[in-house]
């Protein structure tokens, strides 16, 4: 599993897709991915509490200089594109469960529109 610490260093050098904000919810049928439009790797937050407070200091720039108070409210980063099962779903955020790839089993909070439908196989 990625460390926190790690985590907000990616964060910080742009390399991990953390949307300004959600207006819909994906399709409730069908096996969802993680997706990002940009194709970077995804924050998976600790909890909804831990989404709102990571939004908030990148919001006030503090993961610029404290990363590793960002870095500690990530449960864990993820490519674009892994399969995830939704425990909960609401209007702005998702609790997800990854089932693939090495961070399976990580469990977390995410931008409820990251949740996208797998994309079905030519």
Not at 75 to 103: D, F, H, Y
Request: glycine letters at 10%; proline letters at 7%.
């Amino acid at each position: 599993m990625l460390r926190p610490l790690a985590a907000a260093f990616m964060l910080l050098a742009g390399n991990v897709a953390v949307p300004a904000g959600a207006t819909s919810d994906a399709a409730i049928l069908g096996p969802k991915v993680l997706r990002s439009g940009s194709g970077r790797p995804i924050a998976v937050w600790r909890d909804r509490e831990a989404l709102k407070e990571g939004f908030k200091l990148i919001e006030e720039g503090i993961h610029r200089t404290q990363p590793q108070l960002v870095g500690r409210l990530i449960a864990c980063v993820v490519p674009s594109e892994t399969r995830v099962t939704v425990t909960t779903r609401g209007m702005l955020t998702n609790v997800v469960l990854v089932v693939e790839g090495a961070q399976a089993g990580c469990r977390g909070a995410v931008d409820a529109d990251q949740v996208q439908p797998a994309r079905r196989p030519n």
